[in-house]
């Protein structure tokens, strides 16, 4: 049913340790958001945006050095080239986080309140991160690693 070319990316492994990479991204993402929206006053949207980036950022290295690491060139020039290019596919899946998370703050009435204080936001960057999450792992085996060669 698959092509032969793209079998890797049936790879449990492979797919668990991106996951597992994918819920450090989410730690991340999400520390960021909290502390930028209720400790920095930023609006919403700036703060995942900045979260989203620095998860890309560690995200990428631990991808690198764990996920992939039998993937790709080891000299600096390919390794910024990589990081250019996983920034470059992943733009996608940033696109659909931060439309998902948007579409759910901003037209989705929901509050969850704690501590006097609505985390709703929380909830829909993490369902905003799952979507976001298979898009990435098909993309970056492909293009950034190539996992089909």
């Given at each position: 049913?698959?092509?032969?070319?793209?079998?890797?990316?049936?790879?449990?492994?492979?797919?668990?340790?991106?996951?597992?990479?994918?819920?450090v991204g989410a730690i991340i993402d999400t520390t960021v958001l909290t502390t930028t929206t209720l400790i920095l006053n930023f609006p919403d949207l700036l703060g995942k945006a900045a979260g989203i980036e620095a998860a890309v950022i560690i995200m990428f290295i631990i991808n690198e050095r764990w996920t992939f690491s039998n993937k790709g060139s080891p000299k600096k020039i390919q390794y910024?080239?990589?990081?250019?290019?996983?920034?470059?596919?992943?733009s996608g899946g940033i696109t659909i986080q931060l439309i998902v998370y948007w579409i759910l703050i901003q037209?989705?009435?929901?509050?969850?309140?704690?501590?006097?204080?609505?985390?709703w936001f929380i909830l829909a960057s993490f369902f905003s991160i799952g979507l976001a999450m298979?898009?990435?792992?098909?993309f970056e085996s492909i293009f950034t690693w190539k996992v089909h060669n």
């Open positions: 049913m698959i092509p032969d070319y793209l079998e890797p990316l049936l790879s449990r492994v492979q797919f668990g340790k991106f996951v597992s990479v994918g819920a910024i080239k990589r990081l250019g290019k996983s920034h470059v596919v992943r037209w989705i009435d929901i509050s969850v309140i704690i501590i006097q204080t609505d985390l298979l898009v990435n792992y098909t």
